[in-house]
């Protein structure tokens, strides 16, 4: 799609192009030696501010609900995130550019094998407030009970804090957090697989929706999100197939 002064001004309202960073998922984004936000993310936010030839802005945050909220309410002109339907009611998605796995975590001497185990009664399932797992297990749990961290990276200290069953999150980050703390376990496989897109406000409308759709296809069949993952050590995630 050309770059338009209509197209442009539809992603720069405010004369930048500012892009919500979650803090809150290490496969996306983290912060560098000197602090500064860094990693796929934000890789990709600077591609996107090329293409548009625009200024970019970021808008950091510790945590996917309010990297959503700041799209939905206009205060970011694009964002990533998964995909969810709930978050698709005022966000316009992409097709995904990299999918994760999410995975259930267990202290070691619990009689939790198999995932099908944790839906039950009395089981606590620790989340991290406003995250895709969630939303997704919001809706998909009818017996246990979730409770909700801050924000994920703290899912697995709130999980031990609370005296939880299952702690529920992104794989790499649930492994890293087992790692440092030991006497914990992941369950035998995946729960979830997420699919991680980037999406900007509806109310900007179907021409910056399809050029936004565009720019991920590109950046996925050109290689640049396989050597983002690779230039940032990130292991575990894989390139989402072209749409």
């Given at each position: 799609?050309?770059?338009t002064?209509?197209?442009?001004?539809?992603?720069?309202?405010?004369?930048?192009?500012r892009?919500s960073i979650n803090?809150?998922?290490?496969i996306?984004a983290?912060?560098?030696?000197?602090g500064?936000?860094?990693?796929?993310?934000v890789?990709?936010?600077?591609e996107?501010a090329?293409?548009?030839?625009a200024e970019?802005?970021?808008v950091?945050?510790?945590?996917?609900?309010k990297?959503?909220?700041?799209?939905?309410?206009e205060?970011?002109d694009f964002g990533?995130?998964a995909?969810?339907?709930v978050?698709?009611q005022?966000?316009?998605?992409t097709?995904p550019?990299?999918l994760?796995?999410?995975?259930?975590l267990v202290?070691n001497?619990?009689p939790?094998r198999?995932?099908?185990?944790?839906d039950r009664a009395?089981q606590?399932?620790?989340?991290g407030?406003g995250s895709a797992y969630?939303?997704?297990l919001t809706?998909?749990?009818?017996?246990a009970?979730?409770?909700?961290?801050p924000?994920?990276?703290?899912v697995v200290?709130h999980f031990?804090?609370?005296?939880?069953?299952?702690?529920?999150?992104?794989?790499q980050?649930?492994e890293?957090?087992?790692?440092?703390?030991?006497?914990?376990?992941?369950?035998?496989?995946?729960?979830m697989?997420i699919?991680?897109a980037?999406g900007t406000?509806?109310s900007?409308?179907?021409e910056?929706?399809?050029?936004?759709?565009?720019?991920?296809?590109?950046?996925?069949?050109?290689?640049?999100?396989a050597?983002?993952?690779a230039r940032?050590g990130i292991?575990?995630?894989?390139?989402a197939?072209?749409?």
């Amino acid at each position: 799609m050309n770059l338009t002064p209509a197209l442009r001004s539809a992603f720069t309202p405010t004369g930048k192009l500012r892009a919500s960073i979650n803090l809150g998922n290490p496969i996306l984004a983290g912060r560098d030696a000197q602090g500064q936000p860094c990693g796929v993310s934000v890789d990709l936010a600077g591609e996107l501010a090329r293409a548009l030839q625009a200024e970019l802005e970021l808008v950091v945050f510790d945590a996917a609900g309010k990297s959503v909220d700041a799209v939905a309410a206009e205060q970011a002109d694009f964002g990533f995130f998964a995909i969810d339907p709930v978050r698709g009611q005022q966000i316009a998605f992409t097709a995904p550019y990299v999918l994760i796995e999410g995975y259930y975590l267990v202290k070691n001497e619990s009689p939790l094998r198999t995932n099908d185990e944790v839906d039950r009664a009395g089981q606590r399932v620790v989340v991290g407030k406003g995250s895709a797992y969630d939303l997704y297990l919001t809706r998909e749990l009818k017996q246990a009970t979730i409770l909700r961290a801050p924000t994920s990276p703290a899912v697995v200290q709130h999980f031990l804090q609370e005296g939880a069953e299952v702690a529920a999150g992104v794989k790499q980050q649930l492994e890293q957090d087992a790692g440092k703390i030991g006497g914990l376990r992941l369950l035998n496989e995946r729960f979830m697989v997420i699919q991680q897109a980037m999406g900007t406000p509806k109310s900007r409308g179907p021409e910056a929706a399809a050029f936004l759709a565009g720019f991920v296809e590109q950046m996925k069949s050109s290689g640049f999100v396989a050597a983002a993952l690779a230039r940032h050590g990130i292991a575990g995630a894989s390139v989402a197939p072209a749409a």
